[in-house]
């Protein structure tokens, strides 16, 4: 196992929809300070987690998530860090440690479980430079664009839903639609909306 010398450290870089599995989806880990990418295959609850997060959308009520860091404060646990520690058969192990300022645990968990809690209280995530030579690899920023172009066919409708595709709604329509979503707790649709709606936000001129 790595030393904490030797650990790379990684930050939630996106999340896309998994061309391996259908139903999953592919969360996007970046090496900080460093050219590479590790894509963890998560399933839907754990994206739709992992995505609420990354649009700082706020449920009606609380995910399992949420709840559990919120028991973990109540009772003055700090989760410390993740350690994705191992890679075997297309799986990634993952380990949280914990402390209550006086006992610290470290204790198994899925990797999608740990990087969902992590992103709630800021806790640093790491891996060992052999997971990230076996299993990353460098990305441009244009191909994430490009996957997402991917999934819509070419006369302005979803390929999926016959319907105009939301990449030609208004920022308007895309803010009310979300808020929508979420009333009616359709977090996975949500978490697509905030997707579009924060491209199209980025791509506006001051």
């Given at each position: 196992?790595?030393?904490?010398?030797?650990?790379?450290?990684?930050?939630?870089?996106?999340?896309?929809?998994?061309?391996?599995?259908?139903?999953?989806?592919?969360?996007?880990?970046?090496?900080?300070?460093?050219?590479y990418r590790i894509p963890v295959v998560i399933g839907a609850a754990e994206a739709q987690s992992i995505a609420l997060k990354m649009e700082s959308?706020?449920?009606?009520?609380?995910?399992?998530?949420?709840?559990?860091?919120?028991?973990?404060?109540?009772?003055?646990?700090?989760?410390?860090?993740?350690?994705?520690?191992?890679?075997?058969?297309?799986?990634?192990?993952?380990?949280?440690t914990f402390s209550d300022g006086e006992r610290t645990v470290s204790i198994d968990s899925r990797t999608s479980d740990a990087i969902a809690i992590a992103m709630r209280t800021g806790?640093?995530?790491?891996?060992?430079?052999?997971?990230?030579?076996?299993?990353?690899?460098?990305?441009?920023?244009?191909?994430e664009g490009e996957s997402h172009e991917g999934n819509e066919e070419e006369d302005g409708t979803d390929s999926t839903h016959n319907e105009p595709k939301l990449e030609n709604y208004a920022v308007e329509e895309l803010e009310k639609t979300l808020?929508?979503?979420?009333?009616?707790?359709?977090?996975?649709?949500?978490?697509?909306v905030a997707e579009i709606l924060k491209r199209k936000r980025g791509g506006q001129q001051p």
């Open positions: 196992m790595a030393t904490n010398e030797d650990r790379i450290r990684l930050k939630v870089m996106g999340l896309s929809y998994s061309q391996i599995q259908a139903g999953a989806y592919a969360l996007i880990l970046a090496q900080v300070g460093g050219p959308i706020t449920p009606p009520r609380p995910m399992t998530h949420d709840i559990f860091v919120s028991f973990a404060h109540a009772f003055g646990v700090k989760l410390l860090e993740v350690f994705i520690y191992k890679f075997e058969d297309g799986i990634f192990s993952s380990e949280m806790a640093p995530i790491f891996t060992t430079p052999e997971i990230l030579e076996e299993t990353g690899f460098e990305m441009e920023i244009k191909e808020n929508k979503l979420i009333e009616r707790e359709e977090y996975e649709e949500a978490a697509k």
